[in-house]
């Protein structure tokens, strides 16, 4: 990243201020020259002096500004700093005047009277008992939280922690704090356990410490949450807990039973074992759980004859439906709820289309969400229809401390008569939780996804839990239609979701295998088809940055992702004299780079001709056009959403010459180059190969061995997530009777 510098002068104003979590825009005086800052300053006030370190970016709207990563406060110390901080309302009740008032009597010494000796404050003309003790009130209150911001500063926690401590415990956090620091790792703090436990370990908090031992089970929970798992059984989590925390079991049970008592953590029994939840992530299940099951009471059971409509539907589409097509959708358009499913060719797309348009030849306004921006993008090119991701549709926001916060929920419903919700296997139960919660009780949901793809990044096993527990009428598309029977690669899909090869002899169709027994030749090979061989073939002329991804299963070795860019990045994109690049922690990106968002940035800027809007999703692939050091910026042009990234922000990138599987959900590519061997067992399994082989639209390659495709399409190992949430649903609404469906 851009190298450290150091500016320092004197605050002269300050252009705003985010009173939640610290962060500040100032101009800073500097050797003559007022330079724009930002950085999470705390209570700066203007007259302050300021030692910033970080570098200088430009930013799209405000132009070049001091992008600070760390700094040194010090209070104005000089008569003429110390009238300018006063009259900058930083103290409620002074407000210019009586500033000047106040520094003609106490010169340089004002703020250490201030702080120490209020009483004398009287001394200054005009200045009533009143009036003194409301000013050394709010005094008091400043130098309590700057006092605050330093103690934390001290041990290296960043000022905007310091000032959501002191928001919860006023004067007392330090006391607070010092007790217990591992309060600081609550949500509404935020601190990571590992950054606590070095804080602790200076504060001398012994091993066994409950407090400790209880915030080390809610770090484990919230681990494990972010692999997958809503809940872990108590039996494992005690395990784990004792080994991670190097304590006995007895210390752990009474920390644990603590948790339960004060209700940070919730237990639930299934099938008489114990399991063990975050208390967000039983309430998330817990609510998928009653909502269905109201919604199945609420909703009642349309008798209406949909064939007259469906068959209109039909005629204007120009497609004729299959018998389970029209079950779907019969049952979307007579029903509260329907989970519609299936592999590609199956006609799911066309289903979708057709139950839209009956919705909306009935007068309803339907809604369509997806769980990324790239998802969204692409039920949109299929159905012509305006999808929004799930965040955008809830209009996601941010409060004090960071957390989402959904602008619709139970107070403010959506406005929609239909939802409809695709690739919803890549759905986990918190943001589901959220999307129920934003529905009118009569709002018919549709539920679109393949329930044989990989699961959801965050908690839970959404999709095949809610199938599995009968809860809502299911219509599984089972039939590939006589067109799709044409490619390999659908045929070839079908038969890994049912446990038989698939046809690795072919040399004619849209389905290819390489033979490759080791990593070298292998990555050699794959590099070759991007950079050389598919582009210059006549039939299919790829460019090799647009059109073609190579997919692997692993980040790491010879074949993964990160070994793959590299060496993909050197041959389609090498250095060259005038080309600019920048290092991040991981990759040297450079002009023309294909490269992929990493996490969700809501707040970044973009433009599409005169169309603007914000936000950049995980999962966004885009390519850099420009990186200027000396502005601090690069542009990125993501599918025509022109962005300009600070340099700072490049660590939300990465290279996305090859991606993983689990990045690759919910998109497709024109072909997709699959490199199957080197990777860890773990990562040898039916539907990691299946979600893979079904990213690709004309064109798909497997380099490797057959023993490894083999091994993957026999091993029917479903990602095991531990969740109670099938068990809360074939409790909370019972099963659907046979025939519920249509």
Known sequence: MADTEKIEGTVDTVRYRNEDNGYAVLFLESDGELVTVTGDFGDIEEGEGLTAYGHYASHPRYGLQFITESFERKLPDT???????????????????????????????????????????????????????????????????RSAIAYFDGYGIRSRYAMRAYRIWGEQCQEVVAENPYLMCRDTIGLGFRQVEDFARELHIPLNAPCRIQAGIEHLLSFNAN?????????????????????????????????????????????????????????AEDYIATRIGVMRDFGIRDTRDYSELIEETEKHSGMQYAELQKEAIRAALSRGMLILTGGPGTGKTTTLNAIIACF????????????????????????????????????VQFDAFGNQVFTHHEENPLDCDVLIVDEMSMVDVLLFSHLLRALRLGCKVV??????QLPSVGAGHLLAHLIASKCMPVVALREIFRQAQQSLIVTNAHRIVHGEMPDLRQKNNDFFFFYRPDPDSASQLVTDLVVRRLPAAPQYRFDPIRDIQVICPSRIGNVGVEAMNKLLQSRLNPPAAGKAQMKSKLYEFREGDKVMQT?????????????????IFNGDIGRIETINRKSGEAVIDFDGRITVYPLMMLDQLELAYAVTVHKSQGSEFEAVILPLLGHSDKLSYRNLLYTAVTRAKRLLIIVGTPERVLEMVQNNRRTNRYSCLRDMLEKTAKPEEPGDAS
């Open 79 to 145: 008569a003429d700093s110390i009238r300018r901080y006063l009259s900058s309302g930083v103290i409620k009740g002074i407000g210019e005047a009586l500033a000047n008032r106040i520094v003609d009597v106490f010169g340089a010494r004002t703020l250490t009277i201030m702080e120490h000796e209020p009483e004398r404050l009287l001394e200054v003309r005009g200045m009533t008992e009143r009036k003194c003790e409301e000013v050394a009130r709010e005094a008091k209150q400043i130098f309590s939280l």
């Open 227 to 283: 692999e997958g798992h809503s809940c872990l059984p108590l039996d494992r989590l005690s395990d784990k807990a004792c080994d991670f925390l190097g304590i006995g079991e007895s210390e752990f049970y009474r920390s644990y039973n603590a948790g339960l008592e004060e209700g940070t953590i919730v237990e639930y029994v299934k099938g008489g074992r114990e399991f063990v939840y975050l208390k967000e992530y039983y309430d």
């Open 360 to 395: 909306e030849k009935l007068g309803n306004q339907v809604l369509i969400a997806a769980p990324t921006g790239r998802a969204a993008k692409r039920v949109s090119d299929l159905t012509g229809y305006e999808a929004k991701t799930i965040h955008r549709l809830l209009e």
């Open 447 to 452: 539920l679109v996804g393949d329930s044989d």
């Open 599 to 615: 996490k969700n940035n809501y707040d970044i800027q973009w433009r599409r001709g005169e169309e603007s809007g914000q936000g």
